[in-house]
């Protein structure tokens, strides 16, 4: 059975090994996967704990409304994801070109870079030394609203990776549900 929120998770996991590595005294990347508001809700709830913000930040989110499909490749069965993904920290004060100082170039971008070796490094993801497919987009004092509720508990600043195409190796033929 494919459990690509696994998959994902472990690949946020060794995105901050990666990053930690590659900036010691960097905080830990978070991960939370849930549908938009479950997100929202979890991010809510840890803001509330006692490590507050560093309980959450910086964080990988992966938004589980993603619709997967099967396909075959090289006659082994496969699941094709499009995924929706941000990457986001604490957003800071000012412009963008401050943001992109405090946060985007020591934070963000380097989180991507690792998240993105990460994917191409694990041994499911069927890439084939393709590169992956996907729209990015930098989003300032990302503010996420569905009817009148505000998602997100903290301003924040982030990517904004939507349509992730990924290839999933299965272990053993399809035969179950994917999860």
Request: glycine share 6%; net charge positive; with cysteine.
């Amino acid at each position: 059975m494919i459990r690509y929120v696994e998959i994902v998770r472990e690949i946020a996991s060794r995105t901050s090994d990666m990053y930690q590595e590659l900036s010691p005294g960097a905080k830990p990347v978070h991960f939370f996967a849930d549908n938009y508001i479950q997100v929202g809700r979890e991010l809510s709830i840890r803001g509330k704990s006692a490590a507050g913000g560093k309980a959450k930040y910086p964080a990988i989110l992966l938004f589980t409304d993603a619709v997967p499909e099967r396909s075959e490749v090289l006659k082994q069965w496969d699941v094709e994801v499009s995924l929706h993904i941000l990457i986001v920290d604490n957003a800071a004060e000012g412009n963008g070109d401050v943001k992109r100082e405090m946060v985007y170039y020591p934070i963000l971008y380097p989180i991507y870079e690792c998240f993105q070796k990460a994917i191409m490094r694990h041994p499911r993801i069927f890439t084939k030394g393709d590169a992956l497919k996907f729209e990015k987009q930098d989003k300032y004092d990302l503010v996420a609203v569905i009817g009148k509720n505000q998602l997100f508990p903290d301003r924040l600043d982030g990517i904004d990776i939507r349509n992730l195409k990924l290839k999933i190796k299965e272990e053993s033929c399809f035969t179950n549900k994917i999860q």
